[in-house]
Nanobody, 121 residues
């Protein structure tokens, strides 16, 4: 499966954005996830979702502000981001879980090109 993230942009603190992750091909993974990365740092876990049941998992820093969801008919995954903060600024990536811990980026494959989210203060 190939994954492609989109929907990033520039937003003021407190604003909202919705990211999309389009999957081309069969999603064979049990989980899909969102990660984010700033220059010089590792890719950090944001959220993941069990594809079959839509059960979500969130990093503590985004819980209550971000919502992960899916559109099975369109092979899409979304990340609704509300009450954005400057520290949310990063390139956001979607990936398909392979094996290992859900919050570990090394457990994922099929990373698409990321989408840049910039939150101004």
């Amino acid at each position: 499966v190939q994954l492609q993230a989109s929907g990033g942009g520039l937003v003021q603190a407190g604003g909202s954005l919705r990211l999309s992750c389009a999957a081309s091909g069969r999603i064979g993974s049990t989980f899909l996830g969102w990660f984010r990365q700033v220059p010089g740092k590792e890719r950090d876990f944001v959220a993941a979702i069990r594809w079959s049941t839509d059960y979500p998992f969130y990093a503590g820093s985004v819980k209550g502000r971000f919502t992960i969801s899916t559109n099975h008919a369109g092979n899409l995954m979304y990340l609704q981001m509300n009450n954005l903060r400057p520290e949310d600024t990063a390139v956001y990536y979607c990936g398909a879980h392979d094996s290992g811990a859900l919050y570990d980026h090394t457990s994922y494959k099929n990373w698409g090109q990321g989408t840049l989210v910039t939150v101004s203060s």
